[in-house]
């Protein structure tokens, strides 16, 4: 079993900066990957970046690449999304995930086994 907890949301203004932590205990594979989601009202849970175990790979949707950027720590347990030039269409609750399973693709929620209870984020005009 994994348990992942988030922190670091908040209120922001357009334009600024958030870091958001996804701290996880429990059995997690060495070459697991570990995504970010968010959800806003009305809408569906999106990936928003995704990073397999050891930073081999990252992933991103067109709409944050070059302005969120997703990292690991060198223990491996603690999962970190930087997000800087934010907008309003940013705001929404950001989930943590992990235990990829198949078909394996990073971005998608239905792929993942563990996630948190969420951290909100949002970004004012």
């Known amino acids: 079993q994994v348990q992942l907890v988030e922190s670091g949301g908040g209120s922001v203004k357009a334009g600024g900066s958030l870091r958001l932590s996804c701290a996880a205990s429990?059995?997690?594979?060495?070459?697991?990957?570990m995504g970010w989601f968010r959800q806003a009202p009305g809408k569906e849970r999106e990936g928003v970046a995704a990073?397999?175990?050891?930073?081999?790979?990252?992933y991103y949707i067109d709409s944050v690449n070059g302005r969120f950027t997703v990292s690991q720590d060198n223990a491996k347990t603690t999962v970190y999304l930087q997000m800087n030039s934010l907008k309003p269409e940013d705001t929404a609750m950001y989930y943590c995930?992990?235990?990829?399973?198949?078909?394996?693709?990073?971005?998608?929620?239905?792929?993942?086994?563990?996630w948190g209870q969420g951290t909100q984020v949002t970004v004012s005009s």
């Open positions: 995930a992990a235990g990829l399973k198949w078909p394996n693709r990073p971005l998608v929620s239905n792929d993942y086994r563990y």
């Open positions: 990073i397999r175990s050891g930073g081999s790979s990252t």
């Open positions: 429990g059995s997690i594979y060495r070459n697991d990957h």
